[in-house]
């Protein structure tokens, strides 16, 4: 009878699980949004698919390797906000909708019709490729299917696709396209790898067990996938974790998992559903997986408990926030284990497990050993490291756990003007940037303005620039990890290489100049280029150190041609182009090209 009343339990909570989604995706326009392609819907990546230190904030579109396919408006309204950047989005547009929602369409290749028209003339007056432009009232009015743009690869995107989000305009919290109906063809079931074990100890996590569910380990028992072992555990509180994967179009490219469960015999214990999130929430993706284990295994696990300092709000848990306290008294029971995507295509598994005896945890007593007298981090305090000339000051939010953390210090090295400060471990989390400030250990005269602080993971690891400024014989700026910091300085300008046509081409006769700009260490600051002494349009593509310039209209050098004809006739036909780069530590190069059609 027990068992029947708890198989009720489980069935009524599916079930009221599964109306409540319902509701709420009703709450949302169905038919309002229409794709902002043609071709059919194909998921690069859904909603929410986790990525380093934030969540995908919107679906990405397969575009099948090509650039240039049209975007269009997904429904009536005016663009509000217009950002081109070398890196993040590229070339992204936003529109806003009467109904309170605003779609986001980035990593363009161009934009289209009047939109282009107008941004083409607000770079030339302000003489930048990259700006940030908000619209506070109706300008550039679009229609539902109305062309916008065409898909591309610009920005730090890792192909060509179109990135397409749906926003709450009041709130600007990224919502799930999937409530607004907009949702891929699926009939394929998320698949649950492996649950992980683990087991609270003083400032951490033990992994005790990693449960795979494969033929030769689980069975289908009654629309449960198995395990055939039972779980055996001693006495103590407890966390889990799983391993999953969904599928959409076919089953051999996994996907981001849209929900998990996990109960404990038939009792709801903690549920993930990825319908909404807010921007400032994204990086605390580092708290709700085994970050550690992540940074060693390169395996994102995700947590079926809440940390304390994790505030990220799509969770729903029991008072103990997902954690489990085993006691002898709960000799043996089930867990159950659910993955689910936006369709409601849906997996579970199911363990066993037994209580043993209390005994002594060899694994516990390392532990407690290796953090014994070690200096401690809080979150939610502010607190200062200072050690031999080395000076941190954590924010409030810079942690999501107590941290028993440890501060080395090396020799010099000959490329610095500091020793080496080994600040904790890369493998904790950083959840807001800290402060961090290095003394000057020698005088350099100077050269004050080209010092940085450098950064790496590991001492196995190059170090990079993470820039910084000289005050007072200190060296300061902000740091997202913890690791391994020291004095460096960067003297070298960038460099510049024109990227000759293809032979048998001279320069005019082809659509475009590229150059190859980069720099080697603080990284781009500025660019320009000039043609004949004026400014023109450089196209900065920061993945491949790519700055090209597109004849923007057919009649370009032909305008060069009249002006030269009649300003300097015996330069009529010469084309110079000056390419102008500068580094964050204000290293400057400027090459001149002479291009004669």
Request: charged share 25%.
């Amino acid at each position: 009878m027990e068992s029947h009343s708890r198989y009720i339990r489980v069935v009524l909570f599916f079930c009221l699980l599964f109306g409540l989604n319902q509701a709420f995706a009703q709450k949302y326009p169905q038919d309002y949004f229409r794709y902002p392609m043609d071709s059919l819907p194909n998921f690069v990546s859904p909603f929410g698919v986790m990525r380093d230190n934030h969540f995908h904030s919107g679906i990405d579109l397969r575009t099948n390797g090509k650039i240039g396919l049209p975007v269009y408006a997904s429904a009536d309204g005016y663009v509000s906000r217009i950002k081109v950047a070398r890196g993040a989005y590229g070339k992204a547009l936003y529109i806003e909708h009467a109904n309170g929602y605003a779609t986001v369409y980035a990593h363009l290749d161009s934009y289209y019709g009047a939109i282009a028209q107008w941004i083409h003339e607000y770079q030339y007056i302000n003489q930048t490729f990259e700006f940030d432009k908000i619209f506070m009232k109706p300008f550039l009015i679009v229609k539902k299917g109305d062309t916008i743009g065409l898909s591309g690869n610009s920005g730090t995107s890792s192909g060509p696709h179109l990135h397409f989000e749906i926003r709450d305009s009041r709130t600007e919290k990224i919502l799930n396209p999937a409530l607004f109906g907009i949702l891929p063809v699926d009939n394929f079931a998320p698949e649950i790898n492996k649950i992980y074990v683990y087991k609270f100890v003083r400032e951490g996590l033990l992994l005790k067990k990693q449960l795979a569910f494969t033929n030769k380990t689980a069975s289908w028992q009654n629309g449960f996938l198995q395990l055939k072992d039972t779980l055996l555990l001693d006495p103590d509180t407890y966390g889990f974790g799983i391993d999953a994967q969904d599928f959409i179009h076919n089953n051999k490219d996994p996907k981001g998992l849209y929900s998990y469960s996990f109960w404990l015999n038939q009792s709801h214990k903690f549920t993930h559903t990825l319908n909404q999130f807010a921007f400032d929430e994204t990086k605390y993706i580092n708290a709700h997986i085994d970050f550690p284990y992540y940074k060693l295994e390169k395996l994102r696990v995700q947590k079926c408990f809440v940390d304390d300092g994790n505030r990220f709000s799509t969770y729903q848990t029991d008072a103990d926030k997902g954690r489990v306290n085993f006691t002898q008294a709960s000799s043996n029971g089930e867990l159950i284990f659910e993955a689910a995507d936006v369709n409601q295509n849906k997996t579970y598994v199911k363990i066993l497990y037994k209580i043993g005896l209390n005994q002594m945890d060899a694994e516990r007593q390392t532990y407690e050993n290796l953090i014994a007298n070690k200096p401690m981090l809080f979150p939610g305090k502010a607190s200062v490291v200072e050690q031999d000339g080395f000076w941190a000051s954590m924010d409030e939010k810079s942690l999501y756990d107590t941290t028993c953390y440890v501060l080395n210090t090396f020799p010099k090295t000959a490329d610095a003007f500091s020793n080496t400060y080994a600040f904790h471990s890369y493998t904790t989390p950083v959840h807001a940037a800290f402060n961090v400030a290095i003394k000057l250990d020698f005088p350099a005269i100077g050269l004050e303005d080209k010092l940085v602080l450098a950064y790496a993971k590991t001492n196995k690891d190059g170090f990079n620039s993470i820039s910084g400024t000289f005050k007072n014989g200190w060296v300061q700026t902000k740091a997202n990890n913890f690791g391994l910091f020291k004095i460096m300085l960067d003297t070298i300008a960038p460099q510049v290489k024109w990227l000759l046509p293809k032979k048998g081409k001279e320069a005019a006769d082809t659509l475009r100049w590229e150059f190859e700009i980069s720099d080697d260490f603080s990284g781009i600051k500025s660019y320009d280029m000039f043609l004949n002494g004026r400014w023109i349009l450089g196209d900065f593509d920061a993945k491949n150190d790519r700055l090209t310039y597109v004849f923007d209209e057919v009649y370009a050098i032909e305008r060069e041609r009249i002006y030269n004809l009649e300003n300097n006739p015996s330069e009529a036909n010469a084309f110079k182009v000056l390419v102008r780069v500068t580094d964050n530590k204000g290293n400057k190069t400027e090459r001149w090209f002479e291009m004669i059609p």
